[in-house]
């Protein structure tokens, strides 16, 4: 009735755009380390025209998505591991993030196991095959940007506000990526719907945190 009007992601509020199929090369200096929407399906070094220096390009592919979003950094540490659904499905998890910020990011993995099985249980399967989580620069604020398969975290303080940051950015791939409404007309159906999985994920979860510890850190 009101037509098709794509919206895209400006940093100044909510978007809508159409599904696509994403096949993207990056190249970069061969010493970066690239995270990416989608999965690396090859990568190949050469050296640059213009200089010794040497170069290598990644390949990622991802079908049904409305964004694509990659990060790069000479110094990332790259933590992986894999998460076996109860449906069957095997998810290919991994975190991003400089060495300066190891002590913070050590759990980071368990985190999005944590997150993901929360919401399988509760809302359905994830939605792909990858979930990813980049410590990067994401505006002056403290929080996080959500994009398909990946999502960007940014100045957090503490294991709390990184376990439930990261809960939140990673439940957005089911509302935001997923069923992809119109998030400028009705905002609610992504941010709204994604809250209040993150508060019965808050109560439910910190507070068998607590009764197994004994106590919540600030």
């Known amino acids: 009735r009101k037509g098709w009007h794509p919206m895209p992601y400006l940093d100044q509020g909510e978007f809508y755009s159409e599904f696509g ?35 290598k390009t990644w390949v990622f592919k991802q079908i049904n998505i409305h964004d694509f979003a990659w990060f790069a950094g000479r110094d990332y540490f790259v ?26 990011w050590q759990h980071s993995i368990q985190y999005i196991k944590t997150a993901i099985r929360y919401r399988n249980a509760l809302v359905g399967e994830y939605p792909y095959d990858d979930v990813q989580v980049v410590d990067g620069f994401q505006g002056e604020g403290s929080g996080g940007m959500e994009y398909p398969t990946i999502t960007v975290i940014n100045k957090v303080q503490g294991q709390n ?26 905002p609610w159906l992504d941010e709204g719907l994604n809250t209040y999985y993150d508060r019965r994920y808050e109560k439910e979860h910190f507070a068998n945190v607590k009764a197994t510890t004994g106590f919540l850190e600030k």
Request: net charge negative; glycine share 4%; hydrophobic share 35%.
């Open 79 to 104: 933590a992986a591991d894999t998460l076996l659904t109860a449906a069957g499905k095997t998810l290919q998890v991994r975190s991003f993030y400089p060495k300066a910020s190891q002590e913070l």
């Open 161 to 186: 506000e990184l376990e439930t940051t990261i809960a939140h950015e990673v439940g957005h791939n089911w509302f935001y990526g997923a069923l992809a409404s119109n998030e400028r007309q009705e």
């Open 21 to 55: 199929q994403y096949e993207v090369s990056i190249t970069a200096p061969a010493n970066f380390v690239i995270a990416s929407t989608g999965r690396c399906t090859d990568s190949s070094i050469h050296q640059s025209t213009n200089s010794s220096e040497s170069l």
